[in-house]
């Protein structure tokens, strides 16, 4: 079960009262940042705005690819470790607006966590460390330390004692 806080709505669905849960000019000025970092090639320049402008926890050595679309309503809510890798235009979401509800949820993901391609982080979850998530993957419970996961949704393909186990493998 992913790790959110769950506000409910009245009237319309929560969408719609969108500027009653985060102020309009915050989502202004992070919809500017994003875009900015989304296109920019220089990644310690990306990892500078998203700490300075974001609030966000950004490792040392964390490449963040071209195209990434973090959370534009509460990118302070995630944290990625360092020398992780996340792949291109993958998107990572710490909220989610539904009907009758809105859910507000930190991501953590931790060191040397490598995400592939065009993969989705839904809010609330955890990434463990060492976790290879492959491309294109939804990522909708948390990831165990070492693990490699993918699919839609999410599977776990090799649990981290047996990747050391195909590693140790591959040595001989």
């Known amino acids: 079960m992913r790790k959110t806080t769950r506000y409910p709505v009245h009237e319309a669905n929560s969408l719609w009262q969108i500027y009653k849960t985060v102020p309009f000019w915050k989502v202004v000025k992070n919809f500017i940042v994003i875009q900015l970092s989304r296109y920019t090639p220089f990644i310690p320049v990306k990892n500078w705005l998203y700490r300075t402008f974001l609030r966000m926890k950004v490792g040392d050595q964390t490449a963040v690819a071209l195209m990434v679309m973090m959370d534009i309503m509460f990118p302070e809510k995630i944290s990625i470790g360092k020398n992780s890798i996340i792949g291109y235009n993958t998107t990572i979401l710490a909220h989610e607006y539904l009907i009758d509800e809105y859910r507000l949820g930190d991501v953590i993901i931790g060191d040397e966590v490598m995400i592939g391609a065009n993969s989705t982080i839904l809010p ?49």
């Open 124 to 172: 609330g979850v955890t990434i463990g460390d060492g976790a290879i998530v492959s491309a294109a993957t939804l990522v909708h419970q948390d990831v165990p330390p070492g693990a490699f996961v993918g699919g839609n949704p999410m599977k776990i393909i090799y649990t981290k004692e047996q990747m050391l186990e195909r590693k140790r493998e591959e040595i001989l």
